[in-house]
């Protein structure tokens, strides 16, 4: 039994029926499996979930009932098959159809030659069922209602936007300048065989090719972390100064807060909160990691006043609770449980939690409001909302970001606390 197919089932097992977040699935499944290949696994099981409308209408198509009386696990080694046979060039057509089959033997067992046979059938049928015609959603593998509202905040920019989020987002790492700089973090990588590339769109900024990049001494030493390009900006543009006191309202796992204390060169002091206790272990690892020293987090639901709290910030972070629709390329399971009803709930929490930002931020204060959601009712539409409530805030900047040229899809808000 080859053991990359094997662990790649086991986290797509746990991201369909457990509802497991597909990056703990993947490594949960690869510290299972010593020796598999972690690239394979990654590629395999990002790329299924990130196919899966569109693999399951094929599915349906070559299968006599549909999909209909098709079970889980065996689905599952379809999805996969057919996801190598079209998109991983590396596994020949022979060798796809061989695992997907012997993988239904041991984990579906009595269904290899259905497997077989659907599989066979696609190789066959592949140009008629590629050429389809198809609407947008089975085409770029979305549901409807993240279609739909696209379209009706986005219009003929929606397709760009669809292919955007369908393509794998880049490795990007945040160099650590409390530790080294960029220049020097790319040769480090390029000796162990890693190689990177500058941006235009931050200093800080490398994007990496290669394997194993977070098994590095590089990493482990705290050189660098991963973080989205779009964020980076984020970050950089409300530039927390040395010697401030900042407040990270929902800091978990702790990214942007460690990146305000490089930039602060670790002087003066960063509150960092999350509503989950466990949660804050997270910052913590990452502060330790990366020697972010002036860190104290503490556990706070961000959307309930602490009048404790009230004026008391240079600079109030809420990076908030949101759809993530901006992100699905590197969190595709978002594509599977998105319930674009909730958005309207999501954008009435995100509208609380920025009024105790204000409430917190100091007369003269940045407050920057950010989300890697395209959904413009939880971006624009959360600060109109403030703004048509409050004259305690006026806008510095504000930048809807779209996934494309290396970007994952996120916005931000600057805002100043009136004197």
Known sequence: MNIDWITSFEALKNV???????????????SHHKGCRDSFVRVMVKGTIR???RLDHIIGTLATDGLKGIRNRTLIVLRMGL?????MDSVPEHAAVNEAVSLSRKVAKGTDKFVNAVLRSYIRRRDELESQELDLATRYSFPDGIVELLESQYGEETE????????????????NFLRTDASSLAAMLGEAGISCSTTDVSPRALIAEGSNVLGTKMYRDGLFTVQS?????????????????????????????????????NKGSIVACDIHEHRLGLIEAACRRLGADIVETRLMDGSCHDPALDESFDYVLCDVPCSG??????????????????????????????????????????????TC?????????????????SSLVSVVEMHNILPYNNLVGFYYSILRKNA
């Open 160 to 175: 760009a936007i669809l292919r955007g989020l369908s393509e794998p987002a880049p490795l990007v790492l945040r160099t």
């Open 51 to 53: 196919d899966t409308i």
């Open 16 to 30: 369909y029926i457990d509802e497991a977040y597909s990056n703990i699935a993947i490594n949960e499944a690869i």
């Open 325 to 370: 629709l901006g992100v699905i390329s590197s969190k595709p399971e978002i594509k599977l449980r998105s319930d674009v009803s909730e958005y309207k709930e999501l954008s009435a929490l995100q509208l609380e939690i920025l009024k105790n930002a204000v409430r917190y931020a100091k007369p003269g204060a940045l407050i920057e409001y950010s």
């Open 229 to 265: 390009l779009s964020s980076i900006a984020a970050i950089e543009a409300l530039c927390p100064q040395p010697g401030s006191r900042v407040l990270d309202m929902c800091a978990a796992p702790g990214g942007k807060t460690t990146m305000m204390a490089e930039m602060m060169d």
């Open 373 to 389: 959601t395209l959904n413009r009712m939880e971006n624009e539409g959360v600060i109109n909302k403030l703004l048509e409530e």
């Open 83 to 87: 996801y190598a046979l079209r998109s």
